[in-house]
């Protein structure tokens, strides 16, 4: 099946810093993309739309000067969390695809310390 | 606004129970309704379900929606402490991009 990989699985970062995480369709292209956060035992928050060529769509609440999602090909999306707070610290995870065809990445633990 | 609601928020149960979990949902223009599993990471599909009355079975574990209700269930049979996960239910609607909403999940238990 179609596979989504994403990374880094893990990071920790210090406050104020920005941290980036790669989506890639290995064996699909994906003209979208979307990002989730999941906090402890929460379920999946969808934060944004990423699509290829355009501006990413954000759910309401979601500051997009500070999620920055870029999305300039096929196969790769990105989202760069910004100037990262204690408070950011989730887990993130990206899928493409649609229905029961949405693939996920592993996902990324963010801790921001 | 779309919702998704599942319930209950969380079971434990022993090996060899039965085990239902309901997921009722609220949106525009439904497409589909999907289950996942999530164990540590990512979520693993499970079922998608578009028609109503139509069971879908994998093993011990079968899932049906009811249009009329609004709802689904997913059921999982003599259960076992790996099927101890979080269980998500998520509904697919008609818009762009075809983005899921996620109920907040169920969290099993299954003790031996």
């Known amino acids: 099946g179609a596979v989504v990989s994403q990374h880094p699985s893990r990071v920790i970062c210090k406050s104020g810093t920005s941290v980036k995480i790669e989506c890639r369709s290995l064996d699909f292209q994906a003209t979208t993309m979307f990002w989730y956060r999941q906090f402890p035992k929460q379920s999946l928050m969808l934060m944004a739309t990423?699509?290829?060529?355009?501006?990413?769509?954000?759910e309401q609440g979601v500051e997009k000067d500070k999620f920055l999602i870029n999305h300039a090909s096929l196969t790769l999306s990105t989202l760069t969390v910004t100037s990262a707070h204690p408070e950011d610290s989730s887990f993130y995870i990206c899928?493409?695809?649609?229905?029961?065809?949405?693939?996920f990445g592993q996902g990324t633990r963010l801790t921001v310390v | 606004e779309d919702k998704v609601v599942q319930s209950p928020l969380s079971l434990v149960v022993h090996e060899g129970d039965t085990v239902t979990l309901n997921c009722s949902y609220e949106v525009t223009n439904f497409r589909s309704l999907l289950w996942y599993k999530q164990e540590k990471k990512a979520p693993t599909f499970l079922f998608m379900l578009t028609s109503s009355g139509i069971e879908k079975k994998s093993g011990r574990l079968s899932s049906i929606l009811d249009k009329k209700e609004l709802s689904s269930i997913l059921n999982i049979t003599a259960t076992q402490t790996g099927d101890s996960a979080i269980y998500l239910c998520?509904?697919?609607?008609?818009?762009?991009?075809?983005?899921?909403?996620f109920g907040g999940g169920t969290r099993v238990l299954v003790k031996p």
């Open positions: 990423s699509n290829e060529g355009s501006k990413a769509t954000y």
């Open positions: 998520a509904v697919e609607v008609q818009a762009a991009g075809n983005k899921l909403t």
């Open positions: 899928s493409g695809g649609w229905g029961a065809r949405a693939f």
